[in-house]
């Protein structure tokens, strides 16, 4: 078993090389088709600001909703695992979870909204 243990460290390293390599090949393949597509330097900043303009300004908040929920669906689930139920840990995680990314889209919804009234 303790031979195992010491790939753990090298496939994380290895995975996370090649999410790393993967996104900036990909991200290099984008610039020259959009050179190759003929778009002069002011098209492509243009195209690069509206990218950013659209992006959500709310997204840790969004993150911050979904842990605080996750972390109270743990609690309950702890808590009725100590009672003898433990059917309630996965059950609790997920509905809090899942109560938190609707609560996250909600709040998302309505704060982005808000800014574009302001506009």
Same mark, same amino acid.
Request: aromatic content about 10%.
């Given at each position: 078993?303790?031979?195992?243990?010491?790939?753990?460290?090298?496939?994380?390293?290895?995975?996370?090389?090649?999410?790393?390599?993967? /996104?900036?090949?990909? #991200? !290099?393949?984008?610039?020259?088709?959009? &050179?190759?597509?003929? +778009?002069? *330097?002011?098209? %492509?900043?243009?195209?690069?600001?509206? /990218?950013?303009?659209? #992006? !959500?300004?709310?997204?840790?908040?969004? &993150?911050?909703?979904? +842990?605080? *929920?996750?972390? %109270?669906?743990?609690?309950?689930?702890?808590?009725?695992?100590?009672?003898?139920?433990?059917?309630?840990?996965?059950?609790?995680?997920?509905?809090?979870?899942?109560?938190?990314?609707?609560?996250?889209?909600?709040?998302?919804?309505?704060?982005?909204?808000?800014?574009?009234?302001?506009?």
């Amino acid at each position: 078993m303790p031979v195992l243990e010491i790939f753990i460290p090298i496939i994380m390293i290895l995975v996370i090389g090649i999410v790393l390599v993967t /996104y900036f090949y990909l #991200r !290099s393949k984008e610039k020259q088709l959009i &050179i190759e597509k003929g +778009l002069d *330097s002011e098209s %492509i900043k243009l195209l690069y600001n509206n /990218y950013k303009l659209h #992006r !959500s300004s709310y997204n840790l908040m969004k &993150i911050g909703i979904i +842990l605080v *929920s996750l972390g %109270i669906g743990f609690g309950f689930g702890l808590m009725g695992e100590e009672n003898g139920k433990e059917f309630l840990m996965p059950l609790s995680i997920f509905v809090f979870t899942g109560i938190g990314f609707i609560t996250a889209n909600i709040v998302g919804k309505k704060l982005d909204d808000k800014d574009k009234r302001e506009e």
